[in-house]
């Protein structure tokens, strides 16, 4: 939320310099992000006062100007359309540096001296109007400081709100919060209408389908408006919020947005058909044409503003192109509702649609607000494009809403706080943040929340209010009472860090993603139904939809990572993560928690350089990981078996790693189509180790091995065998045949193609032979070698490959 702190400034007063400010908001919970001084750069930008303008005898589209400065007469050539002699505008003389930081300079143009610069209200930095020359109030004499006159000196504040506070998505709720911090007054808008016949009922109606979907509509009507350019105040605010103006009906409904926090909608009530309003689920399959133009075909999820025969606006995210504001709008309804958060969200994520107004909806408006902020923009559009307001207003409310009552313990208070705040200086923070309190005991308050505080359901988050607003700064620090282990860290946490370490030095880079996904992201894996993937937690409060379950694997945290990466243009990752993941045991049981290792490669595995060519991570790159991982955690005895049975896996690129004949994890590349759900588009290999299934395994303390004292002799295996034979049955039937003898065989090449069948591929193998006990000499290891030929093919149907 970008915000002006003029405009704080006329609801609450504010004595403390901007930088306290931000500081008094942060530790309040509301984290100020930045800061940008506006206006601070017009020290030197004066009111001028045009004297004559002459069309430029060389330049048909310039114009000469003399200007009163209030010092001197000066010569200004300009291109504006809107110069007239006797208005006072904004001139920068030479010398003066513009916001943009463009120095002005005295120069020629076409011929003629130009000394200084008349200047548009985007050059300022105020809006982003360039139609014209800012038109400054007559009664400026020429000379006066701009920006000290029109109060253009300003600071914008972003402030990075969090998915529980929609009540500070508004500059009176930010207001609302610098008042509570500071004891301050609160002075809220004002809302001040003159109203005319006709009655509104018989003007318009509204009919609601959909309580769940809408639990409150009202509506508003205003009669025989002038549509026009809204004020520089209210665009100046806008801007600086990151809203472009539009005219001052559209300009007014945005302007409540920001003000109070409640989206409006403004229809022209002569293009609604039969002029009536209903609020219904879509239809599937109905299509439907937004105010940008883009046509969408709709679901049922989608909840729908229509008129007496056809949809009108898509309900909490945006209008229709059928039924805006245009040049020759003379009558307008404004629409002021309350909609379910949950539909508003899953609409406006199915549609890819985000707006202000759907940010707002998303998270919980004000249910009590409604008509608050319908009067304000109907009042706001009376002084702002005339017309005469219906009297009343219609209010469809079939479904009630209203805040729990929560009790707060004071003795329950102060010992979470490790504090003692009186039971009064506790009301007096409640009630600064109008919450209604009444005293049931002693130790006890009943407390009311407001209906524009839709996060406060429990004791805990009264609790946390009284901790922001006594100040995080006042309660004490006290230390836990831990007796320090003489054992050490636990051994999972050892293994953790110990890994980290290994990776680092692998090139990968550690990444830690949110505990919390989507339920779906099991299908976007293809998991089984039974499988244990698919057994969440699931969360009482969730963040959203997409943060609605604990996590059963890494992998959709690492896939996520990926796609941002993506977006930013960053192809190649080498990314892992060690984590925990949750699989539930049933409503009855606490679920089971396993730590996990999990790493993913794609792109470039070797970038160019000055010693050789790019290179593209492949099977045997995630491969290598597991095995150098594992040898660095002192374990030998492993090997690898082909897995089809992980259905996010290309069948034949898939393998379990097995470590003392058991399953630890498995190594694989996502398959075509698991990519295509994703809307990934190049290859991805992921690694993932159970880290309980080695943890008792792991040798962290390094043997001497003391060196071979015989030489050894090396021989290569090439043989052709079918396609599903694999590699690692042929290196077991080596080291069996071989015994003691052998002290490795690897496989080094892999080839299909040319003169080998389609059916078939060509491994080679090098295998080295000695013993620890005498040199080998020649004949032996032949004879060796000969066997462990015969054995390979008798067992594999393989022959040797011809050269």
Known sequence: ???????????????????????????????????????????????????????????????????????????????????????????????????????????KMVGEPSVGMLLAEDEMGLTDDHSGI??????????????????????????????????????????????????QRLNKPEIKIEESTPPIETLTSVTIEDPLG?????????????????????????????????N??????????????????????????????????AKRGERFTTLDGKTHTLSTNILMICDG????????????????????????????????????????????????????????????????????????????????????YIDEYPRRLETPSIDLRIDRTNRFLGTSISREKIAGFLQALEMQTGELEENLLRVKPPSFRVDLTREIDLIEEVARLEGYEKIPVTYPAIKPSEEGDAPEISVAERIAEIMVGFGFTEVISYSFISPTSADMLGVEKQSELRSFVKL????????????????????????????????????????????????????????????????LYEHKSWYGGERFADFYDIKGVAEGLLKAFGLDNFFFRADETTPWYRPGACSSIYVEGKVVGTVGQLSSLTLKRLEIDQDVFILEIDLAS?????????????????PGVVRDLSVVVGRDIQSARIEDIIKA???????????????????????????????????????????????????????????????????
Request: hydrophobic share 40%.
């Open 540 to 603: 009482l409060n969730p963040l959203s939809t997409e943060q609605s379950v604990m996590r059963t694997s890494l992998i959709p945290g690492l896939l996520a990572s990926v796609k941002t990466n993506f977006s930013y243009g960053e192809r190649s990752l080498k990314i892992f993560e060690v984590g925990k993941v949750f699989i539930s045991q049933g409503a009855e049981k606490l679920p089971v928690e396993k730590r996990f290792l999990t790493a993913l490669v794609t792109g």
């Open 1 to 107: 939320m970008r915000v002006s702190l003029n405009w704080l400034k006329e609801y609450v007063q504010i004595d403390v310099e901007p930088r306290a400010l931000a500081d008094g908001l942060t530790m309040a919970g509301l984290e100020v992000e930045a800061m940008e001084p506006l206006g601070h750069a017009l020290d030197k930008v004066v009111a001028a006062r045009i004297v004559s303008v002459e069309r430029h005898s060389r330049a048909d589209k310039l114009f000469v100007c003399h200007v009163d400065t209030g010092e001197r007469e000066v010569q200004v050539i300009s291109s504006a359309p809107n110069l007239a002699p006797g208005a006072v505008v904004p001139i920068a003389l030479p010398g003066t540096r513009l916001p943009d930081g463009r120095v002005v300079k005295e120069t």
């Open 248 to 281: 001052n009906i559209v300009d007014v409904t945005n302007y409540v947005l920001l003000e109070l926090g409640q989206p409006r909608h403004a229809f022209d009530y002569d293009r609604l058909k039969e002029n009536r309003i209903g609020v219904r689920r």
């Open 694 to 710: 080695i943890l008792d395994k792991a040798r962290y303390a390094r043997r001497f091995k003391p060196f071979a004292k015989f």
């Open 737 to 803: 045949e071989g015994g003691e003898l052998v002290e490795s065989a690897k496989l080094f090449d892999l080839y299909a193609g040319g003169k080998i069948s389609s059916s078939e591929k060509a491994l080679t193998f090098r295998i080295c032979y000695r013993s620890r006990e005498r040199t080998l000499d020649g004949r032996e290891v032949n004879k060796l070698h000969e066997a462990i030929i015969n054995k390979v093919c008798q067992q594999t149907g393989a022959r040797l490959r011809e050269a």
């Open 134 to 183: 800012m038109i400054l109030p007559s009664v400026l004499a020429p000379g006066t400081p701009v920006a000290s006159a029109l109060n253009l000196k300003d600071w914008a504040l972003d402030i990075a709100l969090t998915p529980n506070r929609p009540d500070c998505a508004s500059v009176l709720g930010i207001a609302r919060e610098i008042s509570a911090v500071t004891g």
């Open 214 to 246: 809408c639990p409150r509509y009202a509506a508003g009507m205003i009669m025989g408006v002038e549509l026009k350019p809204s004020p520089f105040w209210m665009r100046y605010r806008l801007h600086v919020s990151g809203i472009r103006s539009i």
């Open 309 to 392: 025969k056809r949809p009108v606006a898509l309900a909490g995210i945006m209008g229709g192109l059928n039924s805006e504001i245009f040049a020759g709008s003379k009558n307008v309804l404004i629409e002021s509702a309350y909609f379910d958060p949950l539909t508003v969200r899953k609409g406006a994520k199915e549609l890819g649609i985000s707006t202000e107004a759907s940010y707002r909806f998303e998270r919980g408006v004000d249910f009590d607000g409604v008509i608050r902020a319908l009067q304000r923009a109907l009042m706001l559009i009376s002084k702002l494009a005339g017309g005469q307001i219906a009297k009343g």
